[in-house]
């Protein structure tokens, strides 16, 4: 059986989503995504210099761009509640939050203009990267960062990781 569709149409943005239930739930295509984000993610721990190698080719920034957004987000919510607990615990959970959401989608923007320095640096200095392979690099090698950096002493370590695993892409 299904039930029918909700559909919900946001004309002056031209949008139109819908959305419906039945019993037959694909669970293998909603899992899929994440499952796909983990296994890039245990490759870029356990061999940063093969997975860059298996994604030579990709001419586009889109798939490290959801990456980066998913690891930055666990790092996101880490932090959130450290600091909630801790120096920022007087400003309250709704500035708190707001503060780490500003800072997060900075750092989503700093990516962009990082990946466009460390490109026109190589190319200055005589390399042959561009700045789709920058950005891979930038992105999916933060990931020790992303996952461990909010821990003190092994945030240092994780930098350290980074650091290593961008320079393999």
Do not use: C, H
């Not at 949008?15 to 890039?40: C, H, R, T, Y």
């Amino acid at each position: 059986y299904s039930l029918p569709p909700l559909k919900i149409e946001l004309g002056l943005l031209g949008i139109s989503l819908e959305f419906g239930v039945s019993k037959s739930f694909d669970w293998d295509n909603a899992i899929k995504p994440f499952m796909d984000i983990l296994q890039k993610a245990s490759l870029i721990l356990a061999n940063g210099e093969k997975f860059f190698e298996k994604t030579r080719n990709a001419k586009k920034v889109k798939d490290a761009f959801i990456f980066f957004v998913i690891s930055s987000l666990v790092s996101l919510v880490a932090t959130t509640a450290l600091a909630l607990n801790g120096t920022m615990a007087d400003f309250g959970i709704a500035s708190t939050g707001l503060i780490m959401a500003i800072a997060w989608l900075i750092n989503l923007l700093f990516l962009f203009i990082s990946a466009a320095i460390v490109a026109f640096a190589a190319k200055t200095l005589g390399g042959k990267g561009e700045y789709v392979s920058a950005y891979k690099s930038l992105a999916y090698g933060s990931l020790p960062y992303q996952l461990l950096g909010w821990i003190p002493f092994i945030g240092s370590i994780a930098s350290i990781w980074t650091l290593y695993i961008q320079t393999k892409g």
